[in-house]
């Protein structure tokens, strides 16, 4: 069990977050998931899941490859 701080911090369990997956270094972004719950997400994961999720109607096919041709 762990206790939040005056300072809002709480120390995780290293079992827990082994079993997560989660290692020291990891960035991670904390979601509400309801009263009294809050979720622990690598920020990699939530790259992989949002990436491309804009599509054509956003970017046009070729958009993208054009402004990289802008690049010096």
Same mark, same amino acid.
Do not use: C, H
């Given at each position: ?10 120390? !995780?369990?290293? =079992?827990?977050?082994?079993?997560? %997956?989660?290692?020291?270094?990891? *960035? &991670? ?16 994961? !939530?790259?992989? =899941?949002?990436?491309?999720?804009? %599509?054509?109607?956003?970017?046009? *096919? &070729? ?10």
């Amino acid at each position: 069990m762990s206790v939040i701080s005056r300072k809002n911090q709480v120390t !995780l369990p290293v =079992e827990a977050l082994r079993k997560a %997956g989660l290692k020291p270094g990891d *960035d &991670v972004q904390v979601l509400v998931v309801g009263a009294g719950r809050l979720e622990l997400v690598r920020i990699d994961e !939530l790259v992989a =899941e949002f990436a491309g999720a804009l %599509g054509s109607a956003v970017y046009p *096919d &070729v958009y993208l490859e054009e402004l990289r041709g802008e690049w010096p």
